[in-house]
């Protein structure tokens, strides 16, 4: 969390909001609606696509989903 909290300080109110409700709202499990594809190579791990900020998280045992990272989408993204 001390990356996503990181990234987080760095943005400004308005993407701050957003990317904390969107956070929540993978947390809860609302992620219907969501742009969600599964990460090759990766049993539990998913990509959440929202607006221009990618979010990786994690399938645990008990069903319980963790973001592990959240980044802005550019060129680099998926290198």
């Not at 900020?53 to 069903?63: K, P």
């Amino acid at each position: 969390m001390k990356n996503i909290d990181k990234f987080i300080d760095k943005l400004n109110s308005k993407d701050k909001i957003k990317v904390l409700g969107i956070i929540e709202q993978i947390k809860k499990g609302e992620i219907s609606g969501f742009n969600i594809k599964k990460l090759k190579g990766k049993d539990k791990f998913y990509r959440v696509r929202k607006m221009q900020f990618r979010f990786i998280y994690e399938v645990s045992a008990d069903n319980s989903l963790h973001v592990i990272d959240v980044s802005r989408k550019d060129d680099n993204t998926y290198n």
